[in-house]
T-cell receptor, first 114, second 111 residues
């Protein structure tokens, strides 16, 4: 398996609190992604990064921000968590652009917002 | 935005049966990838198709890209209980860096 670590793996928080999920890779891959997975919706792209300090929005970016200050770390922040952000969050990495490369996924972070 | 439909959403088969699932787009695709996610697990890459009409095989799995590059199929021969999981197609269009996933096809197998 690719060297991807997501933390925390499980978190329960209250509405209105800030939450940061961390994705750490040891593969030195350029591209990193955050997806959320919800029943009936499949995997939806939140944000992605194509290099240090280079990020862009995905399909469902409202309410989320990201940062990538180092190649190996990609942080996803919920500034003020809402119940609609209860989900399983997957980080993914790719060595190449998605036209030519596959995604390697982390184990996922299950977030519950009460 | 990019829309991709997977049909059917659910498939229940008897062990040993063959079946086919489809991924359809209204627009021309640059490439298509297929992933499998076991229950409680994370998505794992299976295959990528790039060329019109391309066919690739992995043991009992056959993947095909449509001639117009607007659809793809996954055919599983002699289904086994190890095939259980959700299969996702994921697509890119044009020069986009965004890989958009379908909602998935959940497969259950009766032993």
């Amino acid at each position: 398996d690719a060297g991807i670590t997501q933390s925390p793996r499980h978190k329960v928080t209250e509405t209105g609190t800030p939450v940061t999920l961390r994705c750490h890779q040891t593969e030195n891959h350029r591209y990193m992604y955050w997806y959320r997975q919800d029943p009936g919706h499949g995997l939806r792209l939140i944000h992605y990064s194509y290099g240090v300090k280079d990020t862009d929005k995905g399909e469902v970016s409202d309410g989320y921000s990201v940062s990538r200050s180092k190649t190996e770390d990609f942080l996803l922040t919920l500034e003020s968590a809402t119940s609609s952000q209860t989900s399983v969050y997957f980080c993914a990495i790719s060595e190449w652009r998605v036209h030519t490369g596959e995604l390697f996924f982390g184990e996922g972070s299950r977030l519950t917002v009460l | 935005g990019q829309q991709v439909m997977q049909i059917p959403q659910y498939q229940h088969v008897q062990e040993g049966e063959d079946f086919t699932t489809y991924c359809n787009s209204s627009t021309t695709l640059s490439n298509i990838q297929w992933y499998k996610q076991r229950p409680g697990g994370h998505p794992v890459f299976l295959i990528q198709l790039v060329k019109s009409g391309e066919v690739k095989k992995q043991k009992r799995l056959t993947f095909q890209f449509g001639e117009a590059k607007k659809n793809s199929s996954l055919h599983i021969t002699a289904t086994q209980t190890t095939d259980v999981g959700t299969y996702f197609c994921a697509v890119t269009q044009g020069g986009s860096e965004k890989l958009v996933f379908g909602k998935g096809m959940k497969l259950t197998v009766n032993p």
